[in-house]
């Protein structure tokens, strides 16, 4: 019996830790997919390879992201970390509050590294399109108008030049991704004009995908340094961020991760192509996403020619409220001045209300549903039987929520909004 309890016990000392070993975590990483999810394995599986292999306990899966889905992937607690064009960020930030752990320096088409990148406006090669004034008239193909290197950053330098793309008689057409398709648009004649970010174009010509000679690049003198061409100015290139709802001890040991990758062989073994700096200033992204988003905003309002016909039939009405108002008055003195008083106090307090509305903490609709089960004193784990999500992902609306309203506690939250 001894010696039977000898052996379980040295199996426990030898077996259980291992067997402990090997029970990792997963920790899911959204990176934005603009050449398509495939081609995003391929690139990416070093920095999965590299960092399984670095931060013990944990295993790393790539999840490819659009500019849309990973919103959905965030709501749903489905990302841990999330890499992604310095402009997604900054829209992303302003509802899922992140924090940036490190910025890519990308291998570009000359193997050298840079921080920086830009964006390419091309042409087929004898257009006549010479300029970026010559795109007036023209069709131009990007991937979506909210893509930050295919197309904001070349829509700045087109305004630059007092071109509107939006207007001008443009013809624009949002392809979406993957954005290899925006070339092939351009070679075969099916647009004008291709807005891309810089480097795919020489990305393409290294996978003999095309020739680079039968295109032309537009505005090209922006930039002389950069190693791939550019027709813009250059900004930060992709932050590597973390969720407020990130393990801190997951998101610390990732930072050190990277950061030290250019001095650890392991990560040229692993395959990893990108290295990575301590965080990079964001204020020319800011100032250019702010510039975009109010021009999306004219855009999207009303012309003052829309009022007009609401304008004359509130005027039509209020004469004719008028014309009863004292028909009314000669007739029932006190009872009027009553009524008067009272559509007064109405008035006022729908004007209260609809100001109360305007400053109201503005939610998602998922966050919304939380708040409100979280009014009616469900908790993390009862909301998320009832809303069928996990509840990590209750937890990250939940901690989303207090920072919007600036609160402390749940029930602090709740009083402050009712």
Do not use: C
């Amino acid at each position: 019996m001894a010696r039977w309890f000898s052996g379980l016990l040295i199996w426990i000392i030898l077996v259980v830790p291992a067997f402990a070993e090997t029970q990792k975590g997963t920790a899911r990483i959204g990176v934005l997919a603009y050449r398509g999810s495939e081609r995003l394995e391929q690139k990416w599986f070093g920095l999965k390879n590299y960092l399984d292999g670095t931060v013990a306990g944990w295993k790393f899966d790539i999840v490819p992201v659009t500019l849309s889905s990973a919103k959905t992937k965030i709501e749903a607690g489905d990302l841990d970390f999330i890499v992604t064009n310095p402009g997604h960020f900054s829209e992303l930030n302003q509802n899922y509050f992140m924090s940036i752990i490190a910025s890519r320096q990308q291998q570009k088409s000359d193997g050298t590294y840079s921080s920086a990148f830009g964006s390419a406006i091309v042409t087929r090669k004898g257009s006549g399109i010479l300029l970026l004034q010559d795109v007036r008239g023209k069709s131009v193909a990007a991937v979506d108008r909210n893509a930050f290197g295919g197309f904001q950053l070349a829509w700045r330098e087109f305004q630059e030049v007092g071109v509107d793309l939006f207007a001008d008689d443009i013809r624009l057409n949002f392809v979406g991704f993957p954005m290899d398709q925006v070339i092939s648009m351009v070679l075969d004649g099916r647009a004008d004009v291709g807005i891309v970010r810089s480097g795919l174009v020489e990305d393409l010509a290294a996978e003999h995908l095309i020739n680079p000679d039968d295109l032309e690049f537009l505005n090209a003198t922006a930039n002389y340094t950069h190693p791939d061409m550019t027709s813009t100015r250059l900004y930060p290139e992709w932050p590597f961020a973390a969720f407020n709802t990130t393990d801190p001890d997951l998101r610390d040991r990732v930072a050190v991760a990277l950061l030290t990758a250019r001095s650890n062989l392991f990560a040229q073994e692993s395959g990893m192509v990108d290295l990575w700096t301590a965080p990079v200033p964001n204020r020319s992204v800011e100032e250019l996403v702010l510039a975009y988003r109010n021009r999306i905003n004219i855009m999207n309002t009303p012309k003052p020619e829309s009022y007009q016909l609401t304008i004359l039939v509130l005027l039509g009405l209020s004469v004719f409220g008028g014309g009863i108002a004292i028909l009314l008055r000669k007739k029932f003195p006190l009872r009027t001045a009553s009524l008067a008083l009272a559509i007064m106090e109405t008035e006022t307090d729908l004007a209260i209300a609809q100001s109360s509305k305007d400053s109201a903490v503005q939610m998602t609709r998922r966050e919304q549903e939380i708040f409100d089960l979280i009014a009616q004193g469900l908790s993390s784990k009862e909301i998320a039987r009832k809303l069928s999500i996990s509840p990590k992902a209750v937890e990250f609306h939940r901690a989303n929520l207090l920072k919007k309203f600036g609160a402390r506690t749940s029930s602090q939250m709740v009083a402050m909004a009712t």
